[in-house]
């Protein structure tokens, strides 16, 4: 079994993750970053990345977050990859803010073979879209499968995109991608919306969008892009193809926040509930990025996100938070 | 008397205005950038970003936001630099959230020689730090003297350097710096400090922490880069002049929210209120950046401020919020 012992430890090498990196490295703080997979996170699987302000044109997520890694580097940070955190032990009596230092607070985090003794934490996990599992997902996932109009949406211009899903977030990205898209079709398992009344108003009466009822997703086909869809209707069982430009998938997000699950406030979605300082529930456990329950998930916040939480996790560490 | 029409007004050019530029036109909104002096923001006098993650190495505040603002260019933004608004005039009856169109509240503001009429604004006009004024210092701000550790801090390594100042802040950025510089002097006018007992305590027990007491600034002398400070006491009136390899002052930092003072509500200090959404107390209005009740003031958080509160003022116009 490894021991290791840090004043910091941020799990979750994504954007939120390598930001706070960095910024605990230039506060000069004792820190560990660990990541179950490699580092860059989810985003490194998409294609264009256009509002990163300052990396102009069409950097892929692989090459913008190679960059942020590399950054990271050159602080000489100590990044682990491939190394999971099961479980996360709290100290038995907090002690923040009852006059002790909270050096003295001391998380025990475990892992396959390891375990990290550390001050402070910064949960930077992610969120995870939730899925269709069909035939060719995985294949077109960042090749015209996206989960992100705001991301991707100014792509698309004046081409025919597909939403799958049929609440809040569905509607709202639909209502966002009309302003790009010839037309947007709405691709629902019902045969009514699951989203707010001013929503559906505005979808109804918006001549762009087309609504396919009660149908579901076989499969999607195309060749180095997605290219069809094919639809079955779940009350007819009858199969249509439909030729496509793109398609956004809005089924859902999942926090990945089972690890603090018994240990932090969540809120009824599972997001990581945080103060202004990105501090938890519990003293000494910051969140940042898509995790917490922030009102835009985007590379740009997320890293701001990881700035805030490495400061707060230093002022936290000097007993000034 | 010229007159223009958006639906968003941005007002300051700095990294808040510039991100907000970018998803603004991202969500393909009709807008406005205004600048009362050139675009670009406080942060162009930095001699060096090492914080900004992606890009490495020693890039100059200048050239970071020379990538930001071409990176904006390329979205075709409407940017008006040399442009003052000096009054914003707000709808008689603001009617967000009584049924009727966002779009229909009109906020009227007046430059000189100049009218526009926006549905919603952000305000990212930022904050200045409070200023000795004293001679030598106009010269050397961005070439040794600094308003800022938690950007330039790293830079001193094993130097000596100079905080002026006995606040919170002050003592708090010393603190920060003891753990690069071989020595900190903290100069302030009176003789004992305004910083909270918890800060006072670790600054007097820590080694590398001296205290020059009732104590002010002269002026400030150097050949590329500053390189002595002269102090005087104010109760013995002698001068001292001190070498010093930087030079943090800390009197102080007042937003730049003069603007709208009298239409949404700000904190005792003067920085605007704003809720998750960067929305201010009045519907319709937004802001991002230094100039809101942030907890951390830094390019990388203003940005992504920017991206928040375009993102909201998109759904705000499409009465989404």
């Known amino acids: 079994m490894e021991k290791l012992k840090t004043e910091l430890l941020i799990i979750g090498a994504g954007p939120a993750g390598l930001g706070a990196a960095i910024y605990a490295a230039r506060s000069a703080l004792d820190f560990l970053v660990v990541d179950k997979f490699l580092a860059g996170g989810q985003i490194v699987t998409t294609e264009f990345i256009e509002n990163y302000p300052g990396f102009r044109g069409n950097i892929s997520g692989y090459d913008l977050m190679q960059n942020i890694i590399e950054h990271c580097k050159d602080f000489n940070i100590n990044l682990r990859e491939n190394t999971v955190i099961n479980k996360i032990q709290p100290p038995k009596q907090n002690i923040n803010k009852i006059g002790k230092s909270n050096l003295e607070n001391i998380f025990k985090c475990f892992g396959d073979e390891l375990e990290i003794t550390a001050n402070s934490i910064i949960i930077a996990t992610g969120a995870s879209p939730k899925r269709l599992f069909v035939e060719g997902e995985n294949e077109f996932i960042g090749k015209g499968i996206s989960f992100c109009a705001t991301c991707d949406g100014a792509l698309y211009n004046d081409k025919e995109v597909m939403v799958i899903g049929g609440g809040n977030t569905a509607i709202q990205e639909a209502l966002f991608l009309v302003k790009f898209a010839k037309t947007v079709y709405i691709v629902h398992r019902r045969n009514q919306l699951r989203a707010v009344k001013s929503l559906q108003l505005k979808a109804f009466s918006n001549p762009k969008i087309k609504f396919i009822w009660d149908s579901v997703v076989e499969k999607f086909d195309g060749s180095t892009h997605v290219e069809e869809v094919t639809l079955k209707n779940i009350k007819t069982n009858k199969i249509t193809v439909k030729k496509i430009d793109g398609v956004f998938e809005y089924i859902g997000i999942k926090p990945n926040s089972e690890l603090v699950k018994d240990i932090v406030d969540l809120d009824e979605q599972g997001f990581i509930l945080t103060n202004k300082n990105l501090r938890t529930s519990m003293a000494g456990i910051f969140a940042a990025g898509d995790v917490r329950d922030t009102v835009l ?20 560490l000097n007993n000034l938070l």
Chains 1, 2 share one sequence.
């Open 297 to 316: 998930r985007q590379v740009i916040t997320a890293v701001a996100d990881g700035a805030v939480a490495a400061t707060s996790a230093d002022k936290y």
